[in-house]
């Protein structure tokens, strides 16, 4: 969109509002449209952030009637809403918002879905211009994009934009990848497929990027040289709650590594992009994807586990094989650990490793980079028993902000020298509060910038880094670990093989 000639240049709130649209979302009275996305249209809304005109389409099997549905809604924005309730933007905004009912096989529930969105251009002005949210199960997607393509909703032309979001995992392996990534490019063309990560939009690991290349203090030593190695931790306090049927089937490394741990691995170590744009940042966190490197030795390096029963914050909690809906034999774990290596120029030889796990002490997702110690330390050994390895934390989430910590003397008379930290943390510094990911990502879905979506390219090099830890875990018992503990033994082990050891987050 062509700025505005009567905008102040210092002006620093967002430069574009999307153009007059509709998000429908499939499978809207589930728990990610409660919890996640209506309160995300909430904000958006408070903030002024979307356009004028706007419909809010609801697809479900469910069957709601208008008001009903928009009571639900309400109830879920205001219970989950990060901005300040007000009773007058929420009117506005039901005003807007249409349920129409159906299963995903039925052809004539998407015929009168095609029917209610063309009415919307006229009753509403949003000029033919639609963003179709899957928030389904991916079992579901071959079905819902057939019919999206049967009744012509998928259709771009040159006066209207029609895009899709689609939510991970992107299949199960690389083959069903390639054949989900085929069967979306069929219907709907590349630049219009958002695949959402919403851990790309949490601001600090926006902020990771302008760490590194906003300043000239950290980059020269984000290397092989000074690092000796990097943890990425994403670690949860709850266990599967009622989500047994997904997580049978997929497990942690399929739930979280192959996305979140390694799209934050391809931040932390690509080049510096010769633009911020989405194609020169993805072109470059897909060189690092391709250069990762698995462990030949998986016995020892690449490690599964799955919760006993335990305690957690003072309560006793059952084991992952004792949930409701779990197979009392299952073998999915809920814990996965992993060293990879990234064979590139500034990263050869140094080891990542990743970790997430379910009921873990607490929860907190972090990137830390472990700096290689002083090679001559003029002190005694009693001198420095306190102190470890240099260290910078980017904490992702909770109390999101960055940690430094490094050796200083300790007051006195004697020669000791222990760790401190530097700490900066978003919620102190700034008095904007940080927007929801969800938040920023539906935003840059109807505005069409698709820097912080991966591509088919980034998920398959994901796949092919997944792909052989599942071929060699395939038939394992995973290693078990009690409940509030972070982790199995052989996680410890892993480190310990080369005499390293865990942060404790």
């Known amino acids: 969109m062509n700025p505005n000639p009567l905008r102040d240049p210092r002006d620093r709130r967002l430069p574009r509002v999307p153009q007059p649209c509709a998000l429908v979302v499939f499978g809207i009275t589930g728990d990610l449209a409660r919890k996640k996305l209506l309160p995300a249209v909430y904000d958006l809304a408070n903030r002024g952030l979307l356009p004028t005109n706007f419909a809010l389409l609801g697809f479900a099997r469910r069957d709601w009637g208008d008001t009903e549905f928009a009571e639900l809604s309400r109830?879920?924005?205001?219970?989950?809403?990060?901005?300040?309730?007000?009773?007058?933007?929420?009117?506005q905004l039901a005003a807007d918002i249409t349920f129409v009912q159906g299963s995903f096989d039925d052809d004539n529930a998407f015929d009168q879905l095609a029917a209610t969105l063309g009415e919307l251009e006229g009753s509403h002005g949003i000029g033919g211009n639609a963003a179709f949210y899957l928030s389904i199960p991916p079992s579901?997607?071959?079905?819902?994009l057939k019919q999206m393509q049967r009744t012509g909703m998928a259709e771009s032309t040159a006066d209207r934009w029609r895009r899709v979001v689609v939510e991970k995992p992107f299949g199960e392996d690389l083959p069903s990848s390639r054949e989900l990534n085929a069967l979306v490019d069929s219907v709907f063309s590349a630049e219009d497929v958002f695949r959402i990560d919403h851990y790309l939009g949490k601001e600090t690991v926006q902020n990771l990027l302008a760490l590194r290349f906003a300043?000239?203090?950290?980059?020269?030593?984000?290397?092989?040289?000074?690092?000796d190695s990097v943890q990425i931790t994403m670690a949860e306090d709850v266990g599967i709650g009622g989500r047994a049927s997904f997580y049978e089937k997929t497990?942690?490394?399929?739930?979280?590594l192959q996305n979140h741990l390694l799209q934050l691995l391809a931040l932390t170590a690509m080049e510096e992009p010769v633009e911020f744009s989405a194609e020169e940042i993805r072109t470059e966190k897909l060189k690092v994807l391709r250069a990762i490197s698995v462990p030949e030795d998986m016995e020892t390096f690449a490690i599964r586990g799955q919760y006993e029963q335990g305690w957690l914050a003072g309560e006793r909690v059952k084991g992952y094989q004792q949930e409701e809906g779990v197979d009392p034999k299952s073998a999915t774990e809920t814990f996965a650990a992993v060293r990879l290596g990234v064979e590139t120029r500034r990263w050869a030889g140094v080891p990542f490793y990743l970790r997430t796990g379910k009921r873990l002490p607490r929860r907190v997702t972090e990137i830390a980079l472990m700096f290689k110690r002083a090679p001559h330390l003029p002190f005694a050994e009693t001198d420095t028993e306190e102190l470890g390895n240099n260290q910078l934390v980017v904490r992702v989430q909770p109390d999101e902000g960055v940690t430094l910590k490094f050796g200083s003397k300790v007051p006195g008379s004697v020669m000791e020298v222990r760790d401190v930290s530097m700490d900066f943390l978003y919620g102190e510094q700034f008095t904007e509060s940080s927007p929801e990911a969800y938040e920023r990502l539906l935003l840059d879905v109807l505005l069409g910038d698709a820097t912080l979506f991966p591509r088919n390219a980034e998920v398959e090099a994901s796949w092919a880094v997944i792909d052989p830890l599942e071929e060699f875990w395939a038939g394992t018992t995973p290693h078990a670990y009690r409940a509030g503990e972070w982790g199995p033994r052989a996680a410890e082990e892993m480190l310990a093989a080369e005499d390293r050891r865990w942060r404790r987050p």
């Open 75 to 91: 109830e879920a924005a205001r219970q989950h809403a990060r901005t300040p309730w007000r009773e007058e933007v929420w009117e």
């Open 140 to 144: 579901m997607f071959p079905t819902v």
């Open 215 to 227: 300043n000239t203090l950290f980059e020269p030593i984000w290397n092989g040289h000074h690092v």
């Open 251 to 256: 497990g942690a490394a399929r739930d979280v």
